[in-house]
């Protein structure tokens, strides 16, 4: 596969990144990706129209944004399952940003969830050109695992109405809705059930005993028709069957922002927001699929897709679209290989919506939230859960802080959540830098340095080796643990600091080490840097803390250390009562006297 691989400027790459990856496309997966995009297309259907009410939009308008938006973003992104187009969140945030300044599904409000919609590309794009990606980076695997497995439970259970077909208010959260569903039991339509359970039947057999076929297909298809038989045998008024709908038939139409001055201020102080969670949302999704398929998401590139996604929605009457958890798991469970899989589902879409839109109202409900149902289940990564939680504490504790948070507060939150705590727990591990005394160790060859509490020191001088960064953060930590050593060993005056584990020192750092160099020639010993790297050497003699530590006290040989510390700086009639002989240097010194 790799010899098919186009070679083209970096620039031009650049313009068009589909590039990287059209070399997978073959026969095969052109197969695998029309099929996923089949499925997606359908996916949009019921839940663009619904994703457009929650909005305060017209029905139309989420069947918009699943098609543009959804292309765009899947040519410009980097990711090969992550669908974008309408989500319930991102339909929550409009609605709660928009509804204070024009009535609901009105012209005006239209008007500007189109402009704040442009707004929100504008900036994403922004900040993907600017190489703010890295900012994905702080997402940690726990923070994903957690939001998938959280996300995937909320999923599943707003689905449980339809499969049911129990009455739930809108808008509960998902364990209102449990105790609704629990109060309401003995109201469950066993017609509208019967549905879902076939459906979820054979979803489940095919996909375990039928991998080649598309059993998310072939699980509609069964669902449907055992809708219209219980219809025909029972009569409609009987079972009360609910499908989809009827849905209007008309392509995008053309739409152009609001950009006075006045509305761009007025929305101004809600588009950051709306922007970092749809960026937040979108990357997560992406990320978490990518841990499945084993796929590098390149952060920046996802900002750019997400931003040109959401400029051209705001010209093709598409509102905020941002990655969506439903529609992206069902694209990597129906078996898409690459970003073709969403564009296939975008342009279905145009067509579905034109020539096959009435006949929606033949899919039920609870046919759907079975294929849901499936989706969700495959969400969840078991394996990962159970390794996090037996291995790591720390990872466990922001596992389950995303998890819970993402099943209790809203989705945005339970991300940044995660995030800050992961942060948190991050500065703590980096402030506390793991300190070890050294010594000779006369079983290794050439008495290697090593940490071991049964071999003696050297009376006056100290060992130390400082794995982790020395910046403003640790250096408290750092000066505790040496002023602990001195209590303990008041004689060792001098401090041979092995450096080769610090990776990055900043001002702070640098003015410690001044600091301590200055202490320690005041009380008749020094301080020595051995194995210092080279980045670090350089922010040493950039802040000239070089000249107070003295550049003949830093040493880049352990035989040329010892041998200067011995023989030039230790005091020799210590030296002479010393009978330990920790250093091979020491052998050449005065022996004690009897």
Not at 267 to 278: G, R
Request: hydrophobic share 50%.
């Amino acid at each position: 596969m790799q010899s098919r691989a186009i070679v083209c400027p970096l620039w031009l790459v650049r313009l068009f990144p589909f590039i990287r990856w059209w070399y997978k496309v073959d026969r095969q997966s052109v197969r695998h990706d029309l099929i996923a995009g089949i499925v997606g297309a359908f996916v949009v259907l019921p839940q663009g129209v619904a994703f457009a009410a929650i909005a305060g939009m017209p029905p139309e308008y989420g069947l918009y944004a699943g098609m543009v938006p959804a292309i765009v973003a899947a040519l410009w992104g980097s990711s090969w399952h992550l669908v974008s187009g309408p989500t319930t969140a991102a339909s929550i945030v409009l609605f709660s940003t928009l509804s204070n300044l024009a009535e609901p599904g009105s012209v005006e409000y239209v008007r500007l969830a189109l402009t704040l919609t442009f707004m929100v590309g504008i900036i994403q794009l922004v900040m993907g050109l600017a190489k703010l990606g890295t900012l994905v980076n702080f997402i940690s695997h726990s923070v994903v695992i957690g939001f998938t497995a959280g996300a995937a439970i909320l999923i599943a259970v707003n689905q449980l109405k339809h499969f049911f077909g129990i009455s739930v208010p809108s808008g509960a959260h998902f364990y209102e809705i449990i105790l609704e569903i629990v109060a309401r039991i003995d109201q469950v339509n066993f017609y509208i059930l019967a549905v879902g359970i076939v459906t979820l039947v054979t979803g489940l057999l095919i996909r375990r005993y039928m991998r080649k076929i598309p059993y998310m297909i072939v699980a509609i298809i069964v669902g449907s028709m055992a809708a219209i038989i219980l219809d025909a045998i029972y009569g409609h008024n009987i079972t009360g069957i609910v499908t989809v709908g009827a849905l209007p038939a008309s392509l995008p139409p053309l739409s152009a922002p609001d950009f006075t001055l006045s509305t761009i201020k007025e929305l101004a102080p809600a588009t950051l927001a709306a922007t970092l969670f749809a960026l937040v949302e979108a990357v997560s999704i992406a990320r978490s699929l990518a841990i499945k398929s084993g796929q590098h998401i390149d952060g920046n590139q996802e900002f750019v897709g997400q931003g040109l996604s959401n400029i051209a929605g705001s010209f093709f009457s598409g509102y905020v679209a941002t990655g969506s958890f439903n529609r992206s798991g069902v694209n990597y469970e129906a078996g898409a290989k690459t970003p073709l899989a969403a564009v296939f589902a975008g342009g279905l879409l145009v067509i579905i919506v034109l020539f096959v839109a009435p006949y929606a109202s033949y899919l039920p409900n609870a046919t759907m939230a079975a294929i849901l149902f499936l989706v969700a289940w495959g969400l969840i990564d078991f394996h990962h859960i159970k390794r996090i939680l037996k291995h790591s504490h720390t990872e466990s504790t922001i596992l389950l802080t995303t998890f819970f948070g993402t099943l209790f507060l809203e989705l945005e939150f339970a991300i940044l959540l995660g995030v800050i705590l992961s942060l948190v727990l991050y500065l703590h591990r980096t402030s506390r830098p793991k300190i070890y005394a050294r010594v000779p160790d006369p079983r290794l060859p050439r008495r290697k340095f090593n940490t071991d509490a049964t071999l003696p020191e050297c009376p006056q001088l100290k060992l130390v080796r400082i794995d982790g960064s020395l910046f403003f953060g640790a250096i408290s930590h750092v000066r505790e643990t040496l002023v602990t050593f001195e209590q303990q060993n008041p004689g060792q005056k001098n401090l041979l600091l092995l450096a080769q584990g610090i990776n990055f020192v900043d001002l702070a750092g640098a003015e410690f080490l001044e600091n301590e160099a200055e202490r320690r020639r005041e009380t008749g010993g020094r301080l020595f840097l051995y194995r210092v790297k080279e980045g670090v050497s350089q922010t040493l003699r950039k802040d000239e803390a070089i000249n107070t530590i003295g550049e003949e006290n830093i040493f880049y040989g352990k035989e040329e250390a010892l041998s200067t510390i011995v023989n030039k700086h230790l005091d020799k009639s210590i030296c002479a009562q010393c009978n330990k002989r920790i250093f091979l240097e020491c052998e050449y010194l005065p022996k004690p006297q009897n």
